[in-house]
């Protein structure tokens, strides 16, 4: 077992560069340096943007109408380039590809009524339950999430309750790891 010196090592992403989070984008720490390389040398263009994960984010849901559960304001950030560079990517045929929930709730927020992403800075309030048309994201690379949470009703209003609960039941069976530094799932 790690010490809490290792911990605050192994949990950020090698891509962090700003500070105010109350924790890591969990999906982003599968990558390494030489994994991202790989992926760049597959032609694949990555774009950063910033979601400062809060308190509400882990909030359990504790309604049983979902559409009754809120997750607070959350601060983001989405430059002018990299808002380009993913429009163009779109606009050239190209899939986006969100690693973790923060950047799908970030660009999700960011898309206009022309389906296009544009730059932005402030506060994102959005809550992303089943039912929710997404505008932006075409692919989810996340984690598996604790039940009753806003995480967990996000990734299945991208892949259906039921297609996500049966993912669930087969990582149990398989005995995958689950949480922060849990195994992951790209959902196409």
Not at 25 to 46: D, Y
Request: hydrophobic share 40%.
């Amino acid at each position: 077992m790690g010490s809490d010196a290792d911990d605050k090592e192994r949990y950020q992403t090698v891509y962090a560069s700003q500070r105010g989070a109350i924790a890591a984008p969990t999906a982003g720490l599968h990558f390494t340096p030489t994994v991202l390389q790989n992926v760049k040398a597959r032609g694949v263009s990555i774009s950063e943007v910033t979601l400062h994960v809060g308190y509400g984010t882990f909030e359990p849901v504790r309604t049983d109408d979902v559409d009754h559960h809120r997750v607070a304001p959350e601060w983001s950030f989405v430059t002018d380039e990299a808002a380009a560079k993913i429009n163009d990517a779109r606009e050239l045929g190209g899939r986006l590809v969100t690693v973790g929930t923060t950047t799908t709730r970030a660009l999700e927020s960011a898309v206009g009524s022309d389906s296009r992403i544009a730059g932005r800075s402030g506060f994102v309030d959005l809550t992303i339950v089943p039912g929710y048309e997404f505008r932006a994201v075409d692919m989810l690379l996340t984690n598996f999430h604790l039940p009753h949470s806003s995480l967990l009703m996000l990734v299945s209003a991208f892949a259906g309750r039921d297609l996500i609960l049966a993912a669930y039941r087969h990582a149990v069976r398989e005995g995958y790891r689950f949480y922060s530094y849990g195994d992951c799932m790209l959902v196409l």
